[in-house]
């Protein structure tokens, strides 16, 4: 058997894809039971955050494997077959194990070294335990990545490079100001109770909001987190729970608001939000909209003859045009060639003969015409040098409402990126932010210590594949020892009890010592890369059965799975 991967996430596919590709909870119980359940796979486990979905297995086939677990993604996901599989990355075996210890550090997040993952594979864990999805390879691999993630974050700084995504929103939100200063005495509205918005709520606290208000479909979730911010020692901070119903009175209180919940429509619209700051949004921006554009008609260059520089045309029949423009292509539209030339002429500063055009001939103007049109046809257009318009720059008013949307699929409208008085930042503008933050100089050293983790897990896995024949190997060498000890009771039945135990510790001794190098060696060399045919050449050597081996590999899976399924460490 072997690990195989298939997933997505914000690194491979869009925003748009990650919010159709949602798995709820009881999709992901579902997910877990049709993988086991699939002939390629023996264990399964899923790891669903706000933007991954990864799909890990134990399979006997890659192929076949990975084409059963993509269909699985897409069947459970919603999306399509074609249309998810584009975004879909495959790891398979110590590739694998590399990506998971990579994101348990941090490594492959948004915000590189958050460390709110390890929290999420820890449930992904408990959750494949508690449907006894995960086995022996599973559980250690996910264990591990838990033990290397943790090492990461104590033995380097990842932690300076990385934060959680709430902190990285908020910073996005203050644009540049520290947040404890752009926080400091507002009202902020926390929707959803979930880690997310737990998390949200107690980073707010933190950092010096006046009052947090929770709001939340469960009313005990609410009224539980809202008694944990007013109550912890660390901060003085008021809070209070509210039933969702009231988030549009308390929208019009709020000067920040996260919304974190795993509603699968919107939680905010873009009318919702429009009415809580309308009123609040200074009135100065609407009236320099109008002001600039006011200043912009009046330096448009006027429409009648010669009105400016000469201009040859009159345009009176399209003035007041929208989009007119006296320098545009619409100023030269259904015109004779011989206006044509005139125009041209203005606009390169040449001076106009109307004489020479009016004694052109209409062969001559069919001509020039047919000259326009031929030059129309190979460049896309008739050429002409325009004279460059004012760009009307709109004063956009300082946010009256910050609003940070950290659930997938979005809570908030996207349309609210266009209203006046409101600065929304949601999962894409972070992916986007994200993009061009620097990175800290510890994650060379998180990648080197992923590097030798994934060396040692490796090893310790090929090594643990031999073990079950290195123990078949001493049982039979024991039965061998037993029946030589047997038969030589009947050789010689007078051997009292004294000599004949001295005779079987010898003989024990002389195996053990003929068989300690071998295995040992064995070993050694199994944990090398290719080092699986080992295992096969010390059965094909000694002869020895296959369900034997098997039988053994199967009586340490039960031995574990009592102490594995307690939960991760």
Known sequence: MSLLVVGLSHRSAPVSVLERATLAADAQIKLLQDTVAAEPAAEAAVLATCNRIELYADVDKFHAGVAELSTLLAQHSGVGLDDLTPYLYVHYEDRAVHHLFSVACGLDSMVVGEGQILGQIKDALAKAQELHSAGRLLNDLFQQALRVGKRAHSETGIDRAGQSLVTFGLQQLSSGTPVEAWAKGKRALVIGAGSMSSLAAATLARAGVAEIVVANRTSDRAERLAQIITESPETDVSARAVPMESVPFELTRADVTVSCTG???????????????????????????TAVKDDVREELPPTSVGAEDGCPLDLSAVQGSTGF?????????GLDAAMLEQHAAWVAGAGVDRRE????????EAELIAELATMAVTVGRIPERRRPEPVAQIPRPAPVLSVLDLAMPRDVDAAVHRLAGVR??????LAEASADAPMAADVDAVRRIVSDEVAAFGAALRAAHITPTVVALRAMAADVVANEIARLDGRLPG????HRAEITQTVRRVVDKLLHAPTVRV???????GGAGY??????????????????SRAEEDSEKNSKNRGPA
Not at 357 to 364: K, L, Y
Request: aromatic share 2%; proline share 3%; charged share 25%.
């Open 263 to 289: 509603a699968t429509g919107l939680v905010l619209t873009a009318d919702m939000i429009a009415g809580a700051v309308e009123g609040r949004v200074s009135q100065d921006a609407t009236a320099g909209r």
């Open 325 to 333: 423009s006296v320098m545009g292509e619409a100023a030269v539209a």
């Open 357 to 364: 055009s009016s004694r052109r001939t209409p062969e001559a």
């Open 424 to 429: 929304l930042v949601d999962i894409e503008s």
């Open 495 to 498: 051997l009292d009890d004294k």
């Open 523 to 529: 070993k050694q060399l199994a944990a090398e890369p």
């Open 535 to 552: 295992a096969d050449a010390l059965r094909t050597l000694f002869d020895l059965d296959q369900e034997t081996v098997a039988s053994v």
